[in-house]
């Protein structure tokens, strides 16, 4: 199978709803499956983004460190980059840049691997704060997020578009982190504005998905109910 | 990867719902991926079953033949065999069976390799005729099925359990197919009953999702609405 093309996940979104934030794979085992990606680790603690085969953490604190190998994540995707330029974008607004990369997506049944670089006009993040068992639900964990925000920022956002169709895999539609160039900002993208960017797509055929299915509690809990809204709630 | 804990998947249920039934695979990759399985053929020609490598197809006429590695299959799984005894099973009538098989089902969050062979106390079955550009919606081929049943009929049902969650994805539960031993009947399995038969099970970590990236028809289709809904009609 051609890499360039597979998307690997490990875990699935509906288990997060309910409150299985228990890591459940190494981020070595991650970094296996691609130099670039996204995640959170145990206890939904922070947001992380991979970039150079290189894994960062935003967390609740507002600090930026270097994940380690043997850290666990619940949730979290990789791919190997080899990604094309899909568009320059300049001065663009908040509402009219999601209406843009929305635009930008060639085909709505697929998955995609998004990369921006550039100078951002403002970038709104959020952190997830480490939860402790017994964990919470997702939607109770939004009221643990701290928020940042920076104005005239270089960095990279990193993530994808999942088509609505999986979104009880996924996060449905886009799913961004952004790390600034300095190492000093980042997290989870609520508001993004661009300057002077570049939008960057990798078209994906394959999900390979992973599920924990050596965790107990994974095994065990009822996933079902409206996850969909849930989830677009908690992710809001 | 362990590759008897992956099962692979060649296009997703919910293309099937507004009739997006052109092959776009062959059987020879699908095997590439696996030695038994299931699934069907371009215009949902009759109703697919793998077994020690090869492919044989139940076609609405009532005929089982061999199909050639170059025929396309627009929706498919296979994996490669290696599943443990879980049950013998009796003498037992269909709607004490579905249960049963049921709740030999470890974990309701994984997806599962299910094998039954023996003795069966009957077997009904139904295979879609071919359909023809342009293709008619799942629900409305519904109409264009045959049925078939036999008693104390020796043979192998091979199939999967995938959990609800997927259901957009995959046929959520149990999606069964029959062949007789003597290659002379077989099918989409709708009732089940046991003389003496034994239940095998593999259960898998990981969902290999390859979708039909390259088909026009694929990229553009609006692929939403109330689609379990429409799915369990179509599948009842």
Known sequence: MDRKKVLYQHGTLAMLVPGLFTGTQT??????????????LTGLNGELIIVDGVCYQA?????????????????ANSHYLQDTLASKIGAVGQDKLWTFLEAQI????????VRLTGTFKKVKTRAVKEQTKPFPTLKQTASQQQEFSRENVDGTVIGYFA?????RTAVPGFHLHFLSADHSFGGHILELSST??????????????????????????KLSGNLIQEIKDAES
């Open 106 to 113: 060639p085909s709505k049944n697929l998955f995609y691997g």
């Open 59 to 75: 967390n609740a604190a507002g600090q930026i460190r270097q994940v380690d190998g043997h850290e666990l994540v619940p949730f």
């Open 163 to 167: 088509p609505e169709l999986y979104g």
């Open 196 to 221: 002077a960017t570049k939008l960057y797509l990798q078209e994906f055929s394959s999900l390979e998905l992973h599920l924990p299915s050596e965790n107990t509690d994974f095994r065990k809990k």
């Open 27 to 40: 981020v070595a085992e991650l970094l296996k499956h691609g130099d670039t990606g996204i995640g959170t």
